[in-house]
């Protein structure tokens, strides 16, 4: 993971983490706020130059939520963040199955934990 600043990883995390894992699936209010704090994490590693892996699994994520609400997000810009980052973990690999629909990413996520 990025070391750029544990403070933006661990809140960006949190936040997603916490829609949809309280034993039922996540509702639209849930999908609402997740894409609001996404979009303030987003900002935030904007205005400090934040590289990495953190903008690859902000944008996944926030891009899931547009995906829930049909809106249109830019797949471009996933393969930009995709080929700027050096170590894709797990969890971001399932987002990208998610996201992109393309099972390489799945393949890749299990072989990471095999």
């Known amino acids: 993971m990025d070391s750029g600043n544990p403070w933006t990883l661990s809140v960006t995390r949190s936040i997603w983490k916490s829609f949809?894992?309280?034993?039922?699936?996540?509702g639209k209010r849930d999908y609402e706020?997740?894409?609001e704090y996404l979009d303030k994490s987003l900002?935030?590693?904007?205005?400090?130059?934040?590289?990495?892996?953190?903008p690859l699994w902000t944008n996944t994520h926030l891009y899931l939520t547009y995906?829930?609400?049909?809106?249109?997000y830019?797949?471009?810009?996933?393969?930009?963040?995709?080929?700027?980052t050096e170590n894709i973990e797990?969890?971001?690999n399932l987002g990208l199955h998610e996201l992109l629909e393309d099972?390489?990413?799945?393949?890749?996520?299990y072989k990471s934990k095999t």
């Open 67 to 72: 995906k829930h609400f049909g809106k249109d």
């Open 103 to 109: 099972t390489s990413y799945l393949e890749t996520a």
């Open 43 to 54: 900002a935030i590693q904007k205005e400090i130059g934040h590289g990495g892996e953190m």
């Open 90 to 92: 797990f969890d971001i």
């Open 33 to 35: 706020q997740a894409e």
């Open 20 to 26: 949809g894992n309280q034993g039922k699936p996540p």
């Open 74 to 84: 830019d797949v471009n810009e996933i393969h930009t963040l995709i080929k700027e």
